[in-house]
């Protein structure tokens, strides 16, 4: 029995091949598994995008770095309820499957894990919790977080 379904639009993208080679989310990878995987996703369409965020940043220099990068508007809150609103309207704004490519995390993973681990703790649970949410998922975004790990 089907208990509820998320209706995808004909143009989506799975990735799938790539993804299984990465194994679970969130997805921690070196820079050589990043490159051949930023490598296939762009060859099945997806769009890539790169967030930089400073060695060893702070959570605001995360969601800064994610607002720049995602073009989120001017009144972005810069915390993370607001995150999530204007990621909603990212993700919706087109078809085109993207893959972020972020890279700096692993230094605040050093500096202060329990920062680090809520920043992918809410990347991951806002993907998850609009995917869900929205009938119509038009845009597939994959999170690629690249380091030292």
């Known amino acids: 029995m089907v208990v509820g379904a998320r209706r995808r639009l004909a143009g989506w993208v799975d990735g799938a091949d790539v993804l299984a080679a990465l194994g679970e989310r969130p997805y921690l ?6 490159q051949t995987a930023v490598e296939r996703f762009v060859a099945a369409g997806f769009v890539r995008l790169d ?7 702070s959570e605001l ?18 915390n993370w309820p ?3 609103d204007c990621y909603s309207d990212f993700v919706v704004a087109s078809e085109e499957p993207v893959v972020t ?11 202060d894990l329990r920062q680090f681990m809520r920043c992918v703790m809410e990347l991951e649970t806002t993907a998850e919790f609009i995917s869900v949410l929205k009938p119509v998922v038009p ?9 030292a790990w």
């Open 29 to 34: 990878v070196d820079e050589s598994t990043a």
């Open 51 to 57: 967030v930089d965020v400073p060695k060893g940043g």
């Open 61 to 78: 220099d995360v969601l800064q770095a994610l607002a720049r990068t995602y073009d989120f508007p001017d009144w972005f809150g810069e």
């Open 82 to 84: 607001a995150y999530t």
């Open 101 to 111: 490519v972020m890279r700096g995390l692993d230094g605040m993973h050093r500096r």
């Open 139 to 147: 845009r597939r975004v994959v999170n690629l977080y690249v380091g």
